[in-house]
């Protein structure tokens, strides 16, 4: 396994990723499909704040984050977003994602790191748990999808 920055060639395979969940899943309230052009410019703004992992020569998940809320009251303050195909959990990809992710964001002097995780995904709840974050709320039925309202759970770590 290989995990890396991302480059502007990687994003059709990380639109990839990102639209199976958005069009299958509750992992994610929008259903707002990505574009490799939207990623590829990303991936640009963001640098090392996104990251991928390879596997047998493939992208089998990514990690990025972005300012939590605009201004520059926020600026040390962001949210991140962490996907992996089916194949690539369990094996190390997420913990590793986030340690590369983690790395950037301190290079960038990130003092606080959230996660929204969907209600619907405890496994993402006790991932987020197992690589140090910290429960701070539940917001109940704020997401809509599939015709259901979804919980938000917000975590937090402090890097």
Partial sequence: MIIRPAREEDAAEIA????????NTAITFTTARKTAEGIGA?????GPLFQ??????HLRGFATAFQFRGG???????EHSIQLTPEARGQGAGRGL???LEAALG??????????ISGENPGAVGFHRAVGFADVARLP???????RWIDL??????L
Avoid: C
Avoid at 16 to 23: F, K, L, P
Avoid at 42 to 46: A, G, K, L, M, S
Avoid at 72 to 78: L, Q, S
Avoid at 107 to 116: N, Y
């Fill in 52 to 57: 991928v992992a390879e596997i047998g020569g």
């Fill in 42 to 46: 990303d991936i640009v703004h963001r």
């Fill in 98 to 100: 986030m340690t590369a």
């Fill in 141 to 147: 039925e704020v997401g809509y999808k599939f015709g």
């Fill in 153 to 158: 759970v917000l975590m937090q770590k402090i």
């Fill in 72 to 78: 520059p009251g926020y600026a040390y303050t962001y």
């Fill in 107 to 116: 290079d960038q002097g990130v003092h606080s790191l959230w996660a929204g």
């Fill in 16 to 23: 990839a990723i990102w639209n199976e969940v958005i069009d």
